[in-house]
């Protein structure tokens, strides 16, 4: 898509016990970085709703774990407290 000159941005909604390992979290900063240092990477928290009502609450110190993750992968921006964006374009 990029290569058509299409903006493409990246939201992970990280969900307790199925994809906030700090390994998965490591790739996905990986692969987003590797679409380019300029494309976003929107971190959202779960809240439990409807059939997923089972779960809990993505906790605030993932979130956090994922947002130094993206400063590692070379993301550098964030905002907000359930969601975070690691983009150029974000203040900090």
Known sequence: ???LGIWVEVTTLIIP???DSR???RDIARYVYSL???TPW???RFY???KMGNLPPTPLATIHMASEIGKEAGKDRK????QICLCR???G
């Not at 905002?79 to 359930?82: A, H, L, Q, V």
Request: charged share 30%; glycine share 8%.
């Open 1 to 3: 898509m990029k290569d």
């Open 17 to 19: 016990n199925l994809n």
């Open 23 to 25: 390994e998965e979290l």
């Open 36 to 38: 380019g240092p300029e």
């Open 42 to 44: 929107h971190i959202s």
């Open 48 to 50: 439990p709703q409807y």
């Open 79 to 82: 905002r907000g407290r359930s």
């Open 89 to 91: 374009q974000c203040p």
